[in-house]
């Protein structure tokens, strides 16, 4: 099982019957693939969809029918679509249950920076900002630390922000971290990850869970 997949499955662990949950593409967008059986949850897609599903094989894929990342989607019997205004009204308006995004650099006060990195071009920041202070549960999944070993979870952010004290977990393929009054709190580590092994490789200060567990998978 690779980072990407230990990390969109621990993600769909946090989906709840009922709930309207975005999805950032990437790896959010893989969990749709691993909904528990039996949660029956409303994804929306920010460039204006209500009820979508797993990824569809290139076969079945609809080239009208794509996320907000341009990836192909399946709708579900019963889903809608509408334009941005309607879809940013959803998640300004505090009706989105969660957001799952991904992330350049998150830190221990519950910062995020997902959407710019210094000398290079982007296009802007997008919807993220609505929904990081729309959605009454933020959830970052990023790798737990970049192609040379430099952790991704900080003490402090050093890239700009997109939205400042608004994450509230934190899941990388090492680790599910909580961000709390008190600082962040070591939840789960994955199957053959050790608390000290997730210690060393983690920038910020880590508060250990005295309950820590190991990440259901499954």
Known sequence: MDAREVIARR??????????????????????????????VILQTENGGLMF????????????????????????????TFDLAFSFGIIRGGHVDATVLGALEVDQKGNIANWKIPGKYVPGMGGAMDLLVGAKKVIVSLAHADKNNNSKVLKE???????????????????????????????????????????EMTDAELIIDPDVKVMDLN
Do not use: R, W
């Open 11 to 40: 993600i769909a662990k946090e989906f709840k019957d009922g709930m309207v949950i975005n999805l950032g593409f990437g790896m959010p967008t893989k969990s749709a693939n691993y909904i528990p059986d039996g949660t029956n």
């Open 53 to 80: 599903g797993p990824k569809p094989s290139k076969e079945t894929a609809d080239p009208d029918l794509a996320n907000a990342g341009s990836e192909p989607i399946t709708m579900l019997p019963g889903a809608s």
């Open 157 to 199: 952010c050093t890239l700009p922000l997109s939205a400042a004290g608004v994450v509230d977990l934190i899941i990388t393929e090492k680790a599910v971290m909580k961000v709390t009054e008190d600082g962040l709190v070591l939840k789960e580590v994955a199957p053959g990850i050790t608390v000290n092994e997730v210690v």
